[in-house]
């Protein structure tokens, strides 16, 4: 069995920071693709950033300049850093990562519980 679970969300006063935390444990031969949705109410999810196992990393056009994602591949982890955060960054946030389990098996699309972000005006 494969988790993802993330940590690190709250309540912030706008112009403040959070940093985001995934922990993927369980039986897994490699992570590919990691990163972080998010989804608003009443909106649909949306993919905010992600970074390949070589660190090529993608961005939302909402959050370039002010979220940061990294990861540590030898404690499969990823990492949400941000900064300057706005009103409409309140949203549910999920972890995802696209995980090979098995030598025979296709990678899979796995995915955290999810994190409140609530940023205050």
């Known amino acids: 069995q494969v988790q993802l679970v993330e940590s690190g969300g709250g309540l912030v006063q706008a112009g403040g920071s959070l940093r985001l935390s995934c922990a993927a444990s369980g039986s897994l031969l490699r992570i590919n693709t990691m990163g972080w949705y998010r989804q608003a109410p009443g909106k649909e999810r949306e993919l905010v950033a992600d970074?390949?196992?070589?660190?090529?990393?993608n961005y939302a056009d909402s959050v370039k300049g002010r979220f940061t994602i990294s990861r540590d591949n030898a404690k499969r982890m990823v990492y949400l850093q941000m900064n300057s955060l706005k009103p409409e960054d309140t949203a549910v946030y999920y972890c995802f990562g696209q995980i090979l389990r098995f030598v025979w098996s296709v990678p899979g699309d796995y995915w955290g519980q999810g994190t409140q972000v609530t940023v205050a005006s």
């Open positions: 970074i390949s196992s070589g660190g090529d990393t």
